[in-house]
Each structure stands twice: as structure tokens, then as C-alpha cells.
């Protein structure tokens, strides 16, 4: 078919789709012979190019309800939890099971009086009341703990004044043998997840840990190992579990609406020294109100307490003493969202390269990094890039025969907010959409953008990363939600349920062998595979 014929055939598809209003109005204009067939064109192209803005994939994807917003009533039995590590992350943890210190409220009400974008307090406050009390804060550094216990006792937070204050302990084994504590949030450095949590695990204790899972290989698989003896619910910390979007991606991708995919891309890009955890070294901190001997006991290497204990302390995702930088720290959120999507489990083989190229600070951990992932039995290569020294957006894509799908970053048609779909030109399953004009590879055939378009007062360069990864909030059915709150809510449920969190101990082992194959790649230089028998890298 020429290019006239088929010009020929999406006009009288225009005409027959007309209701009988447009036809009367056309009508009308072709009376005026010059404007007529001006308005008349205009029409033809506004209309083409709706068809092609249309998201053509809606009525193939068969949808699943919804999330809905979970009641407000109190949920289940009460249970008493402690925070071991009270640190930026540990503070948000318990955040997100309803406790927030007092400075804290005061400026988030703040905010949100000067910057009606800023709905912060407003969302926190409207998070569920879980019935849980805060009875025991363990911090390491004396100031941190003495914040932790007053949010135990604040009462502007969801469900009003807390039934019960917490008590501050020095280490955590004091904590874990408290019989009044029920469950326990581990925020502290990656060096100490292993090691707390196999002994929470022992002591009855259920866990919820922030990623990465730990700091080596062999930690990984004893933690997994305790956690299957001792039946705890474990809980590990990627809250991009509850992002909307990911469930929505993970719809179209068991459709199979991209085709089969064999490339997957995921990205990193920052440019500041905080996106490079060149964190504020706390002017009160000293060898008194720091238990540095303590924080540094697992670690390999061993230093006295001064200026670069310090740094160390809080700086620590910057030393693999401590952490596995880019690997273990924003690799894991991506490699997790796509374990998610996909059902990629782990890899059989890992290479990975980098080097520290912009931040020459004393640090040993790479600010550019890179890993191929490769799943032979599933045709599929995963590829991460990072950099911390740049901030343009690429986003993640994941590489279907007959369409792409772009999570977040930048695409031709501006910035992308949840992800759009977009045909491939030489699709087999869409070639006659293609044919016919009616799917053009330039504009996308589905988008999905979650809640509100605005960033909600959100400004350091850090925050609008995670922000832009769904990591700071989510939406339930148009409602705002911190999906950190849902995913310690996810874990309190398992407890009182009996059943398995979001991201168990199962899927958390995919993210540690999967991260740790690529720190390993890094540090010795060569290809690291899985032996899934043994459990071993070799």
C-alpha cells in the first residue's frame, strides 16, 4: 500500500469514527471554503496524533485491583519494637512505624505552613497507627540514642500519645534480651547487619533490616541459614516493593506485551558530595559519646579513635570496611525493583569494573561503577552503570522484542514519571499497527504515572534521586504514602499473620549474592559465577 493509499484509508477511519456532531460541524465549515479546509486539516492532524498519543496497550493488559489504602483502625495485636541504629535511615525507619522526634514535627510543620508542596507532615500524620510501641533505642553514638527515645515519647504522630517510652541500650545484645521487646529495625552500618540479625534471629526476635544485607558473601548465606532455622518474619528494607509502578510494570511484563526481553539497563547519576556520602561529620561527637571500639570491631581493619574515625563513622558507605558502596547501596534498589518486575533470582555470572575517578578523598569504594549480570537460562543480560559524578537521568529500561519500557529518567518527550512503553520498530506482535500509522515507535503506546506530578517540595539533589525511583513516596488510589510506612507495616502484618513480608529472606538473598558477585567481580579483577549447588562463588 503507497503512502496516499494509506493517507486515504486513516481519513475515512477519521470520518466513520465522527460522531454526528463533528459531521454537522464539518459540514458547516466546508460551506467556507478557505477556513473549511483549514479547520478541517487541523482537525485530521490533532486527531492522528491523538490516536498516536493514545495509550494503545490499556485494553490489552488485564489488570489486578489495586492496592487500597489500609484502614486507619489499629492493626492486630500491639507489639514493642527496638531501633538499633537511630542513624538518617534508622530515623525514617521508625518514621515509618509512626515515631518521629519532636524536632522533626516542629520543622515538618514548618515546612509545610511556608511551602504548600511540602506535604511531608501531612503525610506522615495521616499514616496508619500500627499499635506498635517504641521501647528500646540502641545507637552507638550517645546524641543519636537520645533522640530515639524522645520520638518513643512524642505524642504529634499517628494515633496520638504512645502507650509506652522507650529504653536506651549501649549494645545491641542488651536490647535483643529485653523479653518486652517483640521485634526489632536494624539501621545500622552494613558491617553490623549479619551479626544482629542472626542474634535477634536466635533470641526470638522478628527483623527488619535496611539493605544492603550485609557487608560480605558468607554473611549473607549465615544469615539466610538462621533466619530458615529460627522462623522469625525478616523483613529486608527495599520499600520499592510497595511502589505502585512496579507493580503496574510487573502486569505488562507477565502479558508478555514487550516481547521477550534479553537487554535490561539500570542506572545511576549523581553529582554532589552528599549524593557521594559525604555526610556531616556531627560537631558534638567525641570519644566520649561514641563507642568507636564498638562500631569498628567487626570491620577488618582497625583504627584509633580521631579525625578519620570519624569520617569513618559518618561517612562509612565510603570504605568497604564497613559497606559495599554503589554495589550494596543503590544498586540493590535497582537491582531488587527489577528482580520484582522480572523474576530474575540470581545471576549465573557477574562482571564488574570501575574506579575512583572524581572523589579523591581518601575513600576506596569506586564513584563510577559497573556490572553485567548474566541470566543464560533466561536469555537476559542485566547491565549497571553509575556514576557519582554526573547528574543526567537515564533512567532504567527494560528491552523487549516488540516494545521498551523506560522507568523514570529522561526520554525524548520530556521527563518520565512512573514509565512509558514504546513500540519497537520492527515489533513482530504490533507490525500491523505499525503498517497502518496507527502506532508510530516515536510516541508511546502506554504510560502510567502514579498520584501527583509534582514533586511535593522535595529539593536536595539526593531526595529528588529517590524521589525520581519512587523510594520517598507512593500512591494509594490518589492518596500519598511513604512507602517506607508500608513496607514496616507489610512486616508488622507478617508477624501478626503468620506469613511471608514482601521482601523475605528468599528475595533478599537474590539482592546480597546478586550484589556481592558484583563486589567481588570488582575487587579481584575477573568474572565471578554462582554455583547454585554448593552456594558458593567461584
Known amino acids: 500500500m503507497s503512502v496516499s493509499e494509506k493517507e486515504n484509508v486513516t481519513q475515512a477511519k477519521l470520518t466513520n469514527d465522527m460522531n454526528p456532531e463533528r459531521r454537522e460541524v464539518l459540514k458547516g465549515l466546508a460551506t467556507i471554503p478557505v477556513v473549511g479546509v483549514f479547520f478541517y486539516n487541523l482537525w485530521k492532524k490533532l486527531r492522528i496524533d491523538e490516536i498516536k498519543r493514545k495509550n494503545l496497550l490499556a485494553e490489552l493488559i488485564t489488570t489486578k485491583d489495586a492496592p487500597a489504602v489500609a484502614s486507619s483502625a489499629l492493626s492486630g495485636d500491639h507489639l514493642r519494637i527496638g531501633i538499633i541504629g537511630y542513624g538518617g535511615r534508622g530515623q525514617h525507619l521508625v518514621r515509618g512505624a509512626g515515631f518521629a522526634t519532636p524536632e522533626w514535627t516542629a520543622r515538618a510543620s514548618k515546612n509545610a505552613?511556608?511551602?504548600?508542596?511540602?506535604?511531608?507532615?501531612?503525610?506522615?500524620?495521616?499514616?496508619?497507627?500500627?499499635?506498635v510501641s517504641l521501647t528500646g533505642v540502641c545507637d552507638l553514638f550517645d546524641v543519636r540514642a537520645e533522640m530515639g527515645l524522645a520520638a518513643s515519647q512524642n505524642d504529634i504522630r499517628p494515633g496520638g500519645k504512645p502507650m509506652e517510652g522507650a529504653k536506651k541500650y549501649r549494645h545491641h545484645s542488651e536490647l535483643l534480651a529485653d523479653e518486652n521487646i517483640d521485634a526489632v529495625i536494624?539501621?545500622?552500618?552494613?558491617?553490623?547487619?549479619?551479626?544482629?540479625?542472626?542474634?535477634?534471629?536466635?533470641?526470638?526476635k522478628h527483623v527488619y533490616c535496611e539493605k544492603g544485607l550485609t557487608r560480605t558473601f558468607d554473611e549473607a548465606i549465615d544469615l539466610y541459614d538462621a533466619v530458615k532455622e529460627t522462623g522469625i518474619s525478616f523483613q529486608l528494607g527495599h520499600q520499592n516493593r510497595q511502589v505502585e509502578a512496579n507493580e503496574k510494570a510487573r502486569q505488562?511484563?507477565?502479558?508478555?506485551?514487550?516481547?521477550?526481553?534479553?537487554?535490561?539497563?539500570?542506572?545511576?547519576?549523581?553529582n554532589s558530595p552528599w549524593g557521594a556520602w559525604v555526610w556531616d561529620i556531627h560537631p558534638a561527637a567525641n570519644e566520649k559519646n561514641l563507642d568507636w571500639d564498638t562500631f569498628q570491631e567487626p570491620s577488618?581493619?582497625?583504627?584509633?579513635?580521631?579525625?578519620?574515625?570519624?569520617?569513618?563513622?559518618?561517612?562509612?558507605?565510603?570504605?568497604?570496611?564497613?559497606?559495599?558502596?554503589?554495589?550494596?547501596?543503590?544498586?540493590?534498589?535497582?537491582?531488587?525493583?527489577?528482580?520484582?518486575?522480572l523474576d530474575l533470582g540470581i545471576p549465573k555470572y557477574v562482571s564488574a569494573s570501575g574506579g575512583i575517578y572524581f572523589f579523591k578523598d581518601g575513600r576506596d569504594v569506586p564513584d563510577v561503577f559497573h556490572a553485567t549480570l548474566e541470566y543464560p537460562e533466561k536469555n537476559l543480560t542485566l547491565l549497571y552503570s553509575a556514576t557519582l559524578s554526573s547528574n543526567q537521568s537515564r533512567g532504567n529500561l527494560i528491552m523487549g522484542h516488540d516494545a521498551t519500557m523506560q522507568l523514570g529518567g529522561e526520554s525524548n518527550r520530556g521527563s518520565v514519571a512512573g514509565f512509558i512503553v514504546t513500540a519497537d520498530a520492527e515489533s513482530t506482535r504490533y507490525r500491523d499497527k505499525l503498517q497502518e500509522g496507527i502506532i508510530n515507535p516515536?510516541?508511546?503506546?502506554?504510560?502510567?504515572?502514579?498520584?501527583?506530578?509534582?514533586?511535593?517540595?522535595?529539593?536536595?539533589?539526593?531526595t529528588r534521586y529517590f524521589a525520581n525511583k519512587g523510594l520517598v513516596y507512593t500512591y494509594r488510589e490518589g492518596k500519598r504514602v511513604d512507602p517506607t510506612h508500608l513496607h514496616v507495616k507489610d512486616w508488622l502484618d507478617s508477624?501478626?499473620?503468620?506469613?511471608?513480608?514482601?521482601?523475605?529472606?528468599?528475595?533478599?538473598?537474590?539482592?546480597?549474592?546478586?550484589?556481592?558477585?558484583?563486589?567481588?567481580?570488582?575487587?579481584?579483577?575477573?568474572?565471578?559465577?554462582?554455583?547454585a549447588n554448593r552456594r558458593k562463588l567461584i
Not at 445 to 459: C, F, H, L, M
Not at 503 to 529: D, F, P, Q
Request: charged letters at 20%; a neutral charge.
Open 442 to 462: 516515536q510516541y508511546p503506546i502506554y504510560s502510567y504515572t502514579p498520584g501527583s506530578k509534582q514533586i511535593d517540595g522535595i529539593t536536595s539533589a539526593t
Open 113 to 131: 505552613q511556608n511551602n504548600k508542596l511540602d506535604k511531608g507532615f501531612e503525610t506522615f500524620m495521616q499514616q496508619n497507627d500500627l499499635n
Open 495 to 531: 508477624i501478626r499473620n503468620g506469613t511471608q513480608p514482601s521482601c523475605n529472606i528468599e528475595v533478599a538473598l537474590h539482592e546480597a549474592v546478586a550484589c556481592h558477585m558484583s563486589t567481588e567481580s570488582y575487587l579481584k579483577g575477573r568474572r565471578i559465577k554462582w554455583d
Open 186 to 204: 536494624i539501621g545500622t552500618p552494613d558491617h553490623w547487619h549479619s551479626r544482629i540479625a542472626i542474634d535477634a534471629a536466635r533470641a526470638g
Open 252 to 270: 505488562i511484563v507477565q502479558q508478555g506485551l514487550l516481547g521477550p526481553i534479553n537487554l535490561v539497563e539500570v542506572t545511576t547519576n549523581r
Open 300 to 341: 577488618p581493619k582497625k583504627i584509633k579513635f580521631g579525625d578519620e574515625a570519624l569520617a569513618r563513622f559518618f561517612r562509612w558507605r565510603c570504605w568497604f570496611d564497613y559497606g559495599t558502596g554503589l554495589s550494596g547501596d543503590l544498586f540493590s534498589h535497582d537491582f531488587d525493583a527489577m528482580n520484582q518486575i
